[in-house]
């Protein structure tokens, strides 16, 4: 296997257990471990955080409780008090996409083969993600709105012809909704992580070249080095930006007609 | 990124062997969509669960309770300082009370000596006026004394001198008489 240059191999998903369900396969695989790993270490690094639950916060409480107040802050400011009931779906989804884009930013990692692995560098995952945003929105809008629901296409206080124009527009708006959601997230990691390997590959060329071509291999290294500053910035940008889209969604749901 | 080290398993590399579908892009590869959705419900779902019945409640209880305790406390505060307040106003009041009651003691006080140096004044004047009276009772008396012993003189000195003198023999009766003449 000579992909230690190959841009896509750590993209790669190879089956831990085999797992077959009919004809579907199910297999474990590293994807699924890291997932696994994300739920794991969230959980028990905020219960850690949280085992003391002092009155005056040590560093780990603190961090726990920016987290909490964060999400918490964003929920208010998008969708108002009353978007707070999808606090725990925002704040999971939220530290799930975190979780897994912050992992992905390990080379190695005590995993199956060794290397890292982004969940979210795959358009199913974030799809999902986004369809099960979508599912909620509209099922809450529907739930609590019934039929106004559907003045989410029809926005208020515009003359009547140009609802003819208005309405088409917000109904392509809403369904691309869930692929620009998706596809933000899974495009991020995609693109960077494959930045970061391609410029990791040059330093690996440059070097194997020789002579003096190994000291010009010190400029992909300090790329590299930017680059994988700008990637901890982008996981956690697009965790909060898939949350706070999400949020904003939920605000359509609770307020239809704007 | 990292050389990747498939060999390390070699039941793993056999299975990234052939599982490489071909060259297809492995993100587009719909070998393990299923497995991938599958999995991302578990966890998500479990990581949903373990979430919002242990964890939120945990870190949102740990929040609120110490918020109420600050609100709890500045009440307390503001409880203890309304109280300080009291006392300020009434500790102001009973030294006002007392400044009151020590002007109303001294000014009865100053009565009191008033009334007795004027009583203590009045009854000396009186004895002083009594004695007075009574030396110039006295002095008067003398001095009718003194003047009725005068007249007794005056005859007797006449008589004398007239015996003396004019060698009339003449008695203090009628010296008397011409005194008393002698006198108006």
Known sequence: ?258 | MAPQTHSETAEYAADAAHSGAEGAFPPFDPTYFASQIFWLAITFGVLYFLLSRWVLPRIGGAIEERRDRIADDLDAASQMKSQADDAVKQYERSLADARARAQSVGAEAKADADASISEEMSRVDAELQAEQDEAEARIGELRQKALGELDTIAATTAVAVAQHLAGLDVTDDEARKVLAGAKE
Not at chain 1, 5 to 19: D, S, Y
Not at chain 1, 210 to 218: D, L, P, Q, S
Request: charged share 10%; hydrophobic share 60%; proline share 5%.
């Open chain 1, 1 to 258: 296997m000579a992909d230690a240059t190959n841009p896509i191999a750590q993209f790669e998903i190879h089956p831990v257990f085999p797992l077959k369900i009919g004809s579907l396969d199910l297999s474990f695989t590293n994807s699924s471990y890291f997932m696994v790993v994300a739920v794991a270490l969230t959980v028990a690094g905020l219960m850690m955080a949280m085992s003391r639950r002092a009155l005056v916060p040590g560093r780990g409480q603190s961090v726990a409780e920016m987290l909490y107040e964060f999400v918490a802050g964003m929920i208010r400011d998008t969708a108002g008090t009353e978007g707070l009931r999808f606090f725990p779906f925002v704040f999971t989804l939220f530290i799930f996409i975190l979780m897994a884009n912050l992992l992905g930013m390990f080379h190695y990692f005590p995993a199956p083969g060794l290397h890292g692995f982004t969940v979210t560098s795959h358009i199913i995952v974030t799809f999902a993600l986004s369809l099960l945003v979508m599912a909620i929105v509209v099922g809450y809008g529907i739930y609590k709105n019934g039929f106004k629901f559907l003045k989410l296409f029809a926005p208020s206080g515009i003359p009547l012809p140009l609802y003819i124009i208005v309405t088409p527009v917000e109904i392509i708006s809403f369904l691309s909704r869930p692929i620009s959601l998706s596809v933000r997230l899974f495009a991020n990691m995609l693109a960077g992580h494959i930045l970061l390997k391609v410029f990791a590959g040059f330093i690996v060329m440059l070097g194997a070249a020789g002579a003096g071509y190994a000291v010009i291999g010190v400029l992909p290294f300090f790329m590299l080095l930017a680059l994988t500053a700008l990637e901890f910035l982008v996981a956690f940008l697009q965790a909060y930006v898939f949350a706070i889209l999400t949020c904003i969604y939920l605000n359509d749901a609770l307020h239809p007609g704007h």
